[in-house]
């Protein structure tokens, strides 16, 4: 309750500067120019970034496969719940 009340009020002091762009083209892309943009800045400067992303990635699938496996052993096994 302390942090939220304190992140609340340290929320009132950023300022976030927005200018409305008032362009003719649809949604779909302006989605596709941020996409690459952000993919081009991901792979091609900050290639650091990148390969954090890989590996949060592939830890992610391995963890989360892990965990699942895990548990339905520990449910069905050592518990002897019904799956």
């Known amino acids: 309750m302390i942090c939220f009340f304190i992140s609340s009020v340290l929320e009132l002091f950023i300022k976030i500067l927005y200018n409305k762009v008032l362009e003719k083209q ?8 941020y ?3 952000s993919v081009t800045f991901i792979f091609k400067q ?3 970034l ?3 992303v890989l590996i ?3 830890l992610n699938a ?3 496969s892990l965990i699942m496996i895990a548990l ?5 096994e050592k ?3 019904s799956s």
Not at 26 to 33: E, G, R
């Open 72 to 76: 339905s052993i520990l449910i069905a």
């Open 50 to 52: 990148s390969k954090m």
């Open 79 to 81: 518990l002897k719940f």
């Open 56 to 58: 949060t990635c592939i």
């Open 46 to 48: 900050k290639v650091v």
């Open 35 to 37: 996409i690459l943009t």
């Open 26 to 33: 649809s949604i779909l892309q302006i989605l596709k120019v």
């Open 62 to 64: 391995f963890i989360s």
